[in-house]
């Protein structure tokens, strides 16, 4: 295995994690939906949990996600998680109200009251997932940072990387083109929650519910998704010199991408075309109950395809706006040769943890949801 392909392979299973949390926030999107799904206490009783059934994998895929960054490319992870702190303590925050509003809604002596934590869940479904989304936006559109890498040798200050400005990450959220992202990323999570109730909870009232806010978050997503990724790929890009390490701005490089990368593109279109069908079979067909599957994988197919897109082919995954040479990309943030060939010996165990993965999920979701067994086996 060579460096190169080393550096390629962890990129991959990066943007396959990435991807995979993108599918699990279905948990954030049902929860956006808590109110609206259930009109009385025990039918958002059903819907709470129905999600809070799975809450554990999206937190710990985030955190996955994010542990594989710092070990696979610990640059981008001291440059985004240290530089832009406030934006990804904003994110973590949100997931820590969803645990706490889990463990203790329903706990005697609750001074809160139920209500108040069930909105805890409200705010981690829309902050969650619109905040996500706008991180991931600024590999397509940069971010405010500096690396000067010779600070190393500074022993008064051995700081390689900083924010360019006061806002710590904040500032993304001041790009409207990061803003539409995250509202798809929002959208979409909330269509796969929904996708997930209708699979998940027998109850005539709350899937009915969930096809009416299927068609409009869908329309919403639509439009959303559609005007962003048009719009990055008739963008300049941000390209690297393989022979000179120099990072240079070429017109309509995400299109490049696809057109030199043809097997990323065809894992685009094929990823789109499985979510639209378990979307629209969903829609049409109110027996048809299924629909969180094809979806499912389509989104993790869709959104794999735009991270490779991002970082393969002499791109800069993750451009700087305020230093254009301090964009990083696969090469130049990458860990050793020897760490990433011990890592990749290790990620050969990821198998047999999906597989375990998917067993628990099925043991678990064997049985739908339904008032009565709430109200005998109790639960969140």
């Not at 996708?195 to 109850?203: H, K, R």
Request: glycine share 8%; aromatic share 16%; hydrophobic share 50%.
């Amino acid at each position: 295995m060579t460096y190169e392909f080393l550096q390629q392979y962890w990129w991959f299973l990066v943007s396959l994690l990435g991807a995979l949390l993108v599918f699990l926030m279905f948990v954030q999107g049902a929860n956006s939906l808590v109110f609206t799904l259930g009109h009385t206490p025990e039918e958002r009783r059903v819907v709470m949990n129905s999600t809070g059934r799975k809450w554990e994998l999206t937190f710990t895929t985030l955190v996955t996600f994010g542990g594989a960054f710092f070990a696979s490319f610990p640059l981008f992870y001291s440059t985004s998680f240290g530089g832009a702190y406030w934006l990804w303590m904003v994110i973590l925050f949100s997931f820590v109200l969803q645990a706490v509003s889990y463990e203790f809604q329903n706990k005697l002596g609750n001074l809160l009251g139920t209500k108040t934590f069930q909105w805890m869940l409200v705010i981690n479904g829309i902050v969650g997932p619109l905040l996500l989304g706008g991180a991931v936006a600024t590999f397509f559109d940069g971010s405010n940072f500096v690396i000067e890498k010779n600070n190393i040798i500074d022993e008064m200050q051995p700081i390689i990387s900083r924010w360019a400005n006061a806002s710590y990450g904040l500032d993304a959220l001041l790009d409207p083109w990061n803003l539409i992202f995250g509202l798809a990323v929002f959208f979409l999570a909330r269509i796969l929650g929904t996708l997930y109730i209708i699979n998940n909870v027998e109850e005539t009232d709350i899937t009915a519910r969930a096809h009416k806010s299927l068609i409009t978050s869908t329309v919403a997503f639509l439009i959303l998704f559609l005007a962003f990724v048009v719009r990055t790929l008739l963008k300049d890009g941000y390209a690297l010199n393989p022979d000179t390490g120099e990072i240079f701005m070429e017109p309509n490089k995400y299109l490049h991408n696809l057109i030199d990368m043809w097997y990323v593109a065809a894992v685009l279109l094929i990823g789109l075309v499985l979510a639209l069908y378990g979307i629209i079979k969903t829609i049409t067909d109110k027996n048809y109950n299924k629909g969180i599957w094809p979806t499912g994988i389509g989104v993790v197919l869709t959104v794999l395809a735009l991270l490779l897109c991002a970082g393969w082919n002499n791109t800069a995954y993750y451009p700087s706006n305020a230093d254009l040479q301090s964009s990083l990309t696969i090469a130049n943030s990458c860990s050793s040769y020897f760490t990433l060939s011990v890592m990749a010996v290790v990620s050969l165990l990821i198998p047999f943890v999906l597989a375990y993965i998917c067993y628990c999920w099925r043991a678990i979701d064997k049985k739908k949801i339904t008032k009565e067994e709430i109200a005998h086996e109790g639960g969140y």
